[in-house]
């Protein structure tokens, strides 16, 4: 099989420009994980349906697994890597610790972005409604009571605010 | 007793921070310079000989740096067991037949994925195809194509048994004379499997020294390190299993698997690192599945539902190798005749071997199955004598002290007051007569409820059998805590931090823990066996308190006094009758450098559960020690039924639960959530399908797991049995398997409470359900 030729592609991830040699086919979890080695995004089920994989793009939640690099170029992309800054975590990351909402962590990254989006637009979002933002996002540890309550409560504003 | 600061609390993930932020590096993660990517061949056949196999036109593929086949290979057979009676069965990689489809023939390692890929499908193999057999039943027949011959001590005229556990006691035939009802029940259960978020991975690293590196999402990084020494031919301090954090296991990735064999193969053969990653689909039809069982019983009860005698036989379908076949045959046994006392038991329990995928533990380990069965007919038989189910489970609950026949003791067994705690906080009995008066309502949606039980073992003696934990005192008296326990999630190294804290004296954010790396690290028992907290719980606390029995000696010298005068109190040493007397940590160190020649302060500490027993029990005859922390408890479903189309949801799980001493309650809270929602997704919808061996839904589309818009309400009951008191050990019990089997089985008694629809199958298919209300519907008529 022959390889096409690789393009040269600028993505704004975090805030921070990169130019990006790439084959056209690439998905941007691959050029994200392998090119500019930002791994909170995790790869789980090649089938764009457990959502380990979120990032956001503009301010959505999106997979990456089915996004191809090219196609994103000129849009903000958020990682989890690119959600904290300073000395402090994100409120939402916070809460997730303080409600034992982790445990073997490979779906927390998208998770939690998942969980940006949804309070994004909307600061006080039932749990009907969190639990319908996170329906694409699987997570085999928690059974997501937690999950739920961590999201919760940065929306009541009791970890601090969002 | 005295107060405690860091046990029994909610402290937070010592990983949390790490995790959260998308910094902890799984073992998908690991990169390294050179990486090559490694692919495996397997078996499009499920029962074959292998006549040849020509690799030359892989081999010659640009790009290709390593193919591997049997002939590389030492063909040194693995198993889950090797003991004399149950010798390994299983060559890593296959030398002249193939048992399975998937079964693993060659590896490939090349530059990238895509060239893997290519190099396999020029790889011809020739088959000599022979017959093959799916179900346990049929490949018990003596006309049934043999897979591997019976077990030379099983004399019974069947073919393909891999293994038979047979026990019991007192007369049955007698009691089942005497007594008032005698039922006879058949069960199935299905093929499930783990569903952990991160796939099966390694990255295996050769270098010319003659050491292997090996990164693997794995359970136990001792258990990695023996088994692919032992099949390698390596010396095992030549290989070195690296921390990774573990995306999830549930069972699912302990024992060796072909595909790590492969990669650390090719990675000897290429002299490069060899990463192989599974994709889901991989997962599916190569990876081990759960346990399924079929179970026959046979109960006898008197008239107030005391259970006289039980006959029970169960089979259990191996897969193409023994697997933990063995295992799930004697540790059904187990989950039979902990938590209701028998006093006439009759047990026989066969593994056998057919073409399907190799089995292999999953959170429970034969629990689900086994409690499905028992509290299913548990409630069959209450309903046949009108009598409260609750009632009758806690009529036959072993008391605290009980000996089992083993001559285990259940010692603070907790189970009675789980099932009258759990009774009480869900108004069962009300809420089980309403729904039974309500069955005939023209309403098509019924609410039912209903109970199940478990009681479970931890840490018993299996390999490595025993932990070792080192704490070292840095200068200022903060510690280093060095484990070989792997966290894959359940929340180890925070709870050997809140033990370790404990025991020093010391705040849990002044402990660093380095674990599971198999060079500098000690021994660990592995996230398995359900003992994890129990056996190196207290070699950490054995190894702190170790090194402040140095510290205090230290301490009792400059203060010009005696150790036994002393209290330690975050990071300082104070005489108890004068604290104004004292001494930081930091300055006991320093003394200790200075005036003992140097000696820096390092606790060392050892534990294994039932130290006077020299061995595991037998898996044939069930002789022997098993287990001295027997964990129980009750669980009560709450279910909405739509009789239109069958479909039922699980709308509330209240669990009791005695786990002895609870370490940290967030973190049993995680564990009871998590085996809740894995049971609600067993009982309702997951299932491996298979037509001809070959799985046919293997991927997160066509197996569902349950997602947050089926999430469950929680609810939970500490039955605390054990307190910790200062200078005893912590007697903490299992928290981590059994309750997926409470909440399958309370699933299917609340099924019967709502419709009296009693399914004896396994997952509870609107279908099935639809069916059984059709035939209530016609009897009626």
Known sequence: ?162 | MEELSYVGKSVTRKDGPTKVTGRAEYTVDVSLPGMLHGKVLRSPHPHARILSIDTTSAERLRGVKAVVTAKDSLKIRHGFVDTPRYPADQYPIAVDKVCHVGEEIAGVAAIDEATAEEALSLIKVEYELLPAVFTPEEAMKLDAPEIHPSHPKVQEPYKNIGGLTRTGWGDVDKAFNEAYLVREDRFVTHLRTHAYMEPQAIVASYDYSGKLDVWVSSMGTFLKRAKLANSLGLPFGNVRVHKTYVGGAFGGKVDLFSHEYIASLLSIKSHSPVRIVYSREEVFKGARHAQPLILELKTGVARDGTILAQQVRAINDSGAYRGSGVVVIFLAWGFLMVPYRIPNLKYEGYSVYTNNLVRCPQRGHGAPAMRFAVESQFDMIANELNLDPAEMRLRNARRPGEILPNEDSVKNFGLARCIEEVARRTNFVEKYKKAEEERSSVSTIKRGIGIGTCAYFGGSLVYPNSSSVIVKLTDDGSVLLITGAVDMGQGAETVLSQIVAEEMSVPVEDIQVYAADTETTCIDIGSWISGLTWVTGNAAKKAAENAMKKLLQVAAEELDTDPSELVARNKEILVRRAPDRKISYKEAIAASIAKKRGDSIIGEGHFRTMKDEPTHPSLATTKGRWSENYSSYAQVAEVEVDTETGAMKIIKVTTAHDCGFPFNPMLVEGQIDGQVSMGQGHALYEEVLSDEGAVINPSFLEYRIPCALDMVETDYIDVITEEYKKGTHYDTKEVGEGYVAGTIAATANALYNATGVRLDQTPFYPHRILERLEQIKNKER
């Not at chain 1, 990682?79 to 490979?106: K, M, V, W």
């Not at chain 1, 996002?137 to 601090?160: H, P």
């Open chain 1, 1 to 162: 099989m022959k390889k096409k030729s690789k393009r040269l592609i600028t993505l704004i991830v975090n805030d921070v420009e990169y130019e990006i040699a790439t084959y056209p086919n690439r998905t941007l979890l691959e050029v994200l994980r392998d090119d500019l080695s930002l791994k909170g995004a995790k790869e789980a089920c090649d089938d764009g349906v457990c959502g380990t994989c979120t990032v956001l793009l503009d301010g959505k939640p999106v997979r990456s697994c089915l996004l191809l690099a090219v196609e994103v170029q000129g849009k903000a992309i958020t990682t989890i890597e690119g959600l904290s800054s300073g000395e402090r975590l994100h409120p939402i990351q916070q809460a997730f610790l303080d409600n034992g909402a982790i445990q073997c962590g490979y779906c927390t990254p998208g998770m939690v972005l998942t969980a940006k989006a949804l309070l994004d637009e909307k600061p006080n979002p039932t749990d009907d409604e969190i639990q319908i933002a996170l329906s694409g996002n699987f997570c085999r540890c928690t059974g997501y009571n937690k999950i739920v309550k961590a999201i919760g409560s940065v929306s009541a504003g009791k970890e601090g605010g969002h």
